[in-house]
């Protein structure tokens, strides 16, 4: 069984910066990505970033790429998304999620476990 707990979410002003983390516990051998995804009001999850675990690479969606930054601290099981020139389009519920990946890392279907996510404001 696997636990991911997220963290690091609140409202910031446009152009300002939050660092989201997410902690995972249980039997994290069945993991080979762990991705971050994000959900608006009234619209589809999407994915934000993701990364294979043990030192593999990142994957970034478009709307995000140069802006936000996935890692990993092997030590301490946690994954990190520093986000920084935040725009109000980027509020949502952001999750966290690991998985096996085999649908891709940028794929909710790649992903069996989710966190219960944070919310991020973003105003203008």
């Known amino acids: 069984q696997v636990q991911l707990v997220e963290s690091g979410g609140g409202s910031v002003q446009a152009g300002g910066s939050l660092r989201l983390s997410c902690a995972v516990f249980?039997?994290?051998?069945?993991?080979?990505?762990m991705g971050w995804f994000r959900q608006a009001p009234g619209k589809e999850r999407e994915a934000v970033a993701a990364i294979q675990t043990r030192g593999g690479l990142a994957y970034y969606a478009d709307s995000v790429k140069g802006r936000f930054t996935m890692s990993e601290d092997n030590a301490k099981n946690t994954v990190y998304l520093e986000m920084n020139s935040l725009r109000p389009e980027d509020t949502a519920m952001y999750y966290c999620?690991?998985?096996?990946?085999?649908?891709?890392?940028?794929?909710?279907?790649?992903?069996?476990?989710w966190g219960q996510g944070t919310q991020v404001t973003v105003s203008s």
């Open positions: 249980g039997y994290t051998y069945s993991i080979n990505f």
């Open positions: 999620a690991g998985g096996w990946g085999s649908r891709g890392p940028l794929s909710t279907g790649s992903y069996n476990y």
